[in-house]
T-cell receptor, first 118, second 108 residues
Framework: NAGVTQTPKFQVLKTGQSMTLQCAQD?????MYWYRQDPGMGLRLIYY???????DKGEVPNGYNVSRLNKREFSLRLESAAPSQTSVYFC?????????????????FGPGTRLTVL | GIQVEQSPPDLILQEGANSTLRCNFS?????LQWFHQNPWGQLINLFY???GTKQNGRLSATTVATERYSLLYISSSQTTDSGVYFC??????????FGKGNQVVVIP
């Protein structure tokens, strides 16, 4: 199993350009997430998808859109990139088991995409 | 949302030393995870620990959910233990809140 994969690994954009970050998982997980990590900070949640067909905003959603394409894939789109979006982006997935109280399974992360916006 | 605080923010260890990292969270959580981010940026799962104690080699973790904290112990540290350690609390329906991390440097 490849686990969680992300493409591209690195990207440089100019202000105003658009791009889509791709994420896929092969663990049959139902929940998927996008985070950003800035220097000196922990990861902050941008958007998540609890299950196929649903998406919800996280802590820092402004300037981003997401698409849960199918159970395996969850993409993050920057429509008009800004320098403030320079960051490392991580995708993650988890098998969420509704109705089992605190028995939620652990979250696994992809290798990250390092994005620079000039 | 929930607040997660980690201490100490920075730690320098001599190889072979032991250390304890602490994670406090502001509200009840459904679960807690510890991660190690290595110098290449990869996030590696260490522990998934809602309560109690778990051990994995030289690492162990304890979560006391009623008192809202978790501890990560590193024994006989090695240079490969260097990196940033994050704790993350699962709360609400489906969200994981991260602390800012403990930067650990192990010197030979």
């Amino acid at each position: 199993n490849a686990g969680v994969t992300q493409t591209p690994k690195f990207q440089v954009l100019k202000t105003g350009q658009s791009m889509t970050l791709q994420c896929a998982q092969d663990m049959n997980h139902n929940s998927m997430y996008w985070y950003r990590q800035d220097p000196g900070m922990g990861l902050r949640l941008i958007y998540y998808s609890a299950s196929e067909g649903t998406t919800d905003k996280g802590e820092v959603p402004n300037g981003y859109n997401v698409s849960r394409l199918n159970k395996r894939e969850f993409s993050l789109r920057l429509e008009s990139a800004a320098p403030s979006q320079t960051s490392v982006y991580f995708c993650a997935s988890r098998m969420r088991v509704p109705g089992q109280g605190s028995s939620y399974n652990e979250q696994f992360f992809g290798p990250g995409t390092r994005l620079t916006v000039l | 949302g929930i607040q997660v605080e980690q201490s100490p923010p920075d730690l320098i260890l001599q190889e072979g030393a032991n250390s304890t990292l602490r994670c406090n969270f502001s509200d009840s959580v459904n679960n807690l995870q510890w991660f190690h981010q290595n110098p290449w940026g990869q996030l590696i799962n260490l522990f998934y620990i809602p309560s109690g104690t778990k051990q994995n080699g030289r690492l162990s973790a304890t979560t006391v959910a009623t008192e809202r904290y978790s501890l990560l112990y590193i024994s006989s540290s090695q240079t490969t233990d260097s990196g940033v350690y994050f704790c993350a609390a699962l709360y609400g329906n489906n969200r994981l809140a991260f602390g800012k991390g403990n930067q650990v440097v192990v010197i030979p």
